[in-house]
């Protein structure tokens, strides 16, 4: 459920898909190698191939680009792993943002500290949390399928849960990565679903 959009993620439909595709990979190289505070469009015109002209006209600033490149990953195909268990699936959930949250520097931990300075990059930013906690949902369905969990719990609070202590450690307190905290934020995650913490009351 990382909000880092992978290079690349636009599906291909003609000259401007591609441009489109062009650019938001070169966003995301741009902010993996350099950070959101040295994004600029023209280095983003440069590394794309794209004319700078064409990058002003449709992106007209970083704010632009990267509300775009939030966008995009509606369009991704990412879905959660599928492990057998609500504990294994969650836990593989959490490495997934570990790993996103302690790129160096982060693109996730850009566009997350973007949103804080743009409105209009915190709206694009829940759209995207919106889009991936509905992927996520499947995780819960297979659970209650599975009979591991009630079909009345609230899948959002749950996955809430169980991925929140890697943004609080991570992001929020900026502590080292932790190889064994998205297993334990899982379990713990499990265990609270387990007591009935999460149901729709």
């Known amino acids: 459920m990382s909000p880092a959009p992978p290079p690349g993620s636009v599906r291909p439909g003609g000259r401007t898909a591609r441009t489109r595709a062009r650019v938001l990979a070169a966003v995301s190289a741009e902010l993996a190698e350099n950070g959101y505070d040295a994004l600029t469009v023209d280095a983003v015109a440069a ?6 002209t064409t990058v002003y006209r449709r ?26 268990s609500l504990r294994g ?13 302690t790129e160096r520097p982060s693109v996730a931990a850009a566009v ?3 949103s804080f300075r743009s409105a209009e990059n ?8 919106q889009d991936r906690y509905a992927r996520c949902g499947v995780i819960v369905d297979r659970a209650v399928e599975r009979g591991e969990l009630p079909p009345d719990v ?4 749950l996955l809430v849960a169980a991925t929140a202590p ?8 900026g502590t080292p990565p932790d190889p064994g905290l998205p297993d334990r934020a899982a379990e713990s995650a499990v265990l609270a679903a387990s007591a009935g913490a999460f149901t729709r009351s």
């Not at 590394?47 to 700078?52: D, I, T």
């Not at 609230?154 to 609070?157: K, Q, T």
């Not at 890697?166 to 307190?173: D, G, I, S, W």
């Open 47 to 52: 590394r794309s191939g794209v004319h700078r």
């Open 59 to 84: 992106w007209r600033d970083v704010g632009g680009l990267l509300t775009d490149l939030l966008d995009a990953t509606t369009a991704d195909d990412w879905q959660p792993a599928d492990t057998g």
């Open 89 to 101: 699936d969650l836990a593989a959930l959490n490495r997934e943002v570990q790993a996103a949250l």
């Open 112 to 114: 997350i500290a973007a």
């Open 122 to 129: 915190a709206r694009a930013l829940r759209r995207m949390w």
């Open 154 to 157: 609230d899948a959002r609070a």
């Open 166 to 173: 890697l943004y609080h450690e991570l992001v929020l307190l």
